[in-house]
């Protein structure tokens, strides 16, 4: 089975500082796997080179087998990315950003999908609603739902709880685990690491720019036994 | 095509919603500048022999679908950028030829629909005939097209607000002013005259105002071939920038 996600030697450079320092990494389909790492260990850097919104300088990725640069179209539609910046257009309500969302990725009448995502991340009482008049924790919400209009395969959720009550991160994460149960593959990055324990099978760790441990998430914790996953966290940081 | 038209629709909204602003505004001041000018020197000068009034209306028109395509498509790729949003339109698979056609033909759509509502609303004070109107339409789709074009670039080169504004004030202003909006440039000193036949939008609103009275500086073929050259240059080159992510995907 070709993975859903390939990335192959990626390198990223900002003027001197070096944000991606060679990242090697296969994610199989299905798999829920969590992107974790301190602040400014390359995370969104990475996700950024997959969704084509940052160019690498060099190395290839791969979304399902295809080329995110040469064969964007094909894998941008495999794909559903949850920024991590609060980002929102202040012209359209929650419904009309989701139904012009759905058009961008050539869907027209989808209102049944739409209505199903409102309902799990509880924003059907706002679909009506300005963008400008929903609270930080609701945006982010409709940010998840953005990136689900189009039923992707490959699942990327870049910070998704972060600023989210817990009502909402319980109902999130049921979700989320429903579409990873029908073969949706997840990558996921939070600093919670209580919620990549409990949800991740596989987790890489991130520090500068490199990979510095990948394995299941059983393994990691198994080579440090009666630790939780944030002491494995740090210890692995300090090697 | 069902991502280029929501692209289309959603750039057309964003301008519509507030269209107080984006439409009734530069009605507005186009009405402001046809009484000003209209009223000082309406007695004084008569152009290729028509009343200055009604040889400033269509000059007006032009100048103001320029100014207006040019500004739809900047500001709403600089806003995008500054808060983030353009992500929306960069994740999706919408190929770059059908993102530059969205937002330009938005932009077109808004310099349009200002034109026309500077026609409506100067009619009352100008008496204005349309000779070849189909000179007209050509005219406003490809000088507001270009414009569009320019504002993409403008919108996507610019990092802050007030290098919009550089470029807006700094090359916009002065090439639609100085285009023969106000004057036929042949009231101009021959050096003035002759520099003028290097400005583009000269024969953007040479050609528009052929259309109304059948005459102009310029042979409006010859004009339409300079405006066309330079609309297929500035797309080609947009086209080029966008299929390379210069600036939207660092
Ligand atoms: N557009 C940019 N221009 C310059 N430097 C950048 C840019 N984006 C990221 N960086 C730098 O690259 C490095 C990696 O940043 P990145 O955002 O990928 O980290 P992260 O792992 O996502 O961190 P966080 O957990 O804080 O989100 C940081 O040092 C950051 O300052
Ligand atoms: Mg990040």
Redesign the interface.
């Known amino acids: 089975m070709i993975p859903a996600v390939s990335i192959v030697d990626v390198v990223k450079h900002f003027g001197s500082l070096q944000a991606l320092a060679g990242v090697s990494l296969d994610i199989e389909q299905g798999e829920f796997f969590g992107l974790l790492g301190p602040n400014g260990a390359g995370k969104t850097t990475l996700i950024s080179s997959l969704a084509g919104l940052i160019r690498p300088d060099s190395g290839t990725i791969k979304v399902m087998g295809h080329d995110v640069i040469r064969d964007f179209r094909e894998a941008r539609r495999l794909l559903g990315v949850v920024p991590q910046e609060l980002v929102f257009d202040p012209f359209f309500n929650v419904r009309e950003t989701l139904r012009i969302q759905s058009g961008y990725f050539g869907i027209r009448k989808n209102d049944d999908w739409i209505d199903e995502i409102l309902e799990h991340l509880d924003l059907a009482s706002k679909a009506d609603v300005n963008m400008r008049r929903l609270s930080g924790g609701m945006k982010r919400r409709v940010l998840v739902a953005q990136a689900l209009v189009h039923r992707p395969p490959v699942i990327v959720l870049d910070e998704p709880t972060a600023g989210v009550d817990v009502e909402l991160r319980q109902g999130l994460w049921q979700f989320i685990r429903r579409l990873n149960g029908e073969g949706h593959t997840i990558i996921l990055t939070t600093h919670y690491l209580e919620e990549a324990e409990a949800l991740c099978n596989r987790i890489a760790l991130m520090k500068q720019g490199r990979v510095i441990a990948l394995d299941t998430t059983a393994n990691l914790m198994a080579a440090h036994p009666g630790a939780s996953l944030e002491q494995v966290f740090v210890r692995t940081m300090q090697q | 095509?069902?991502?280029f038209?929501?692209?289309f629709?959603?750039e057309f909204?964003?301008f519509w919603?507030v269209s107080f602003q984006t439409v009734a505004a530069p009605v507005l001041t186009a009405l402001l500048y046809l009484l000003i000018f209209g009223h000082v020197l309406d007695e004084h000068v008569q152009v290729h022999g028509v009343r200055y009034i009604s040889f400033l209306v269509p000059g007006l028109v032009m100048m103001q679908v320029l100014q207006n395509a040019f500004a739809n498509s900047s500001s709403s790729l600089i806003q995008?950028k500054i808060?983030?949003?353009i992500?929306?339109?960069?994740?999706?698979?919408?190929?770059y030829g059908a993102f530059f056609l969205a937002y330009v033909l938005a932009a077109v759509a808004r310099g349009l629909l200002v034109g026309v509502g500077v026609l409506l609303a100067t009619v009352w004070f100008a008496e204005l005939k349309v000779v070849a109107p189909w000179w007209t339409l050509v005219f406003a789709l490809f000088g507001g097209g270009l414009f569009a074009a320019l504002g993409m670039i403008a919108g996507i080169w610019s990092e802050k607000f007030d290098q919009l504004a550089a470029f807006q004030n700094f090359l916009i202003m002065p090439l639609t002013m100085l285009s023969g909006v106000f004057y036929s440039i042949y009231t101009l000193p021959t050096f003035w005259q002759g520099l003028s036949h290097y400005n583009p939008v000269f024969y953007m609103i040479d050609g528009f105002r052929y259309g109304f009275f059948g005459v102009s500086d310029v042979a409006p073929e010859t004009s339409l071939a300079v405006v066309v050259a330079c609309f297929a240059a500035v797309s080609m080159l947009t086209l080029r920038l966008l299929k390379r992510?210069w600036k939207l995907?660092?």
């Open positions: 095509m069902i991502g038209l929501t692209l629709e959603k909204l964003r919603k995008a808060t983030g949003s992500v929306f339109v960069l994740l999706p698979p919408i190929p992510g995907r660092g």
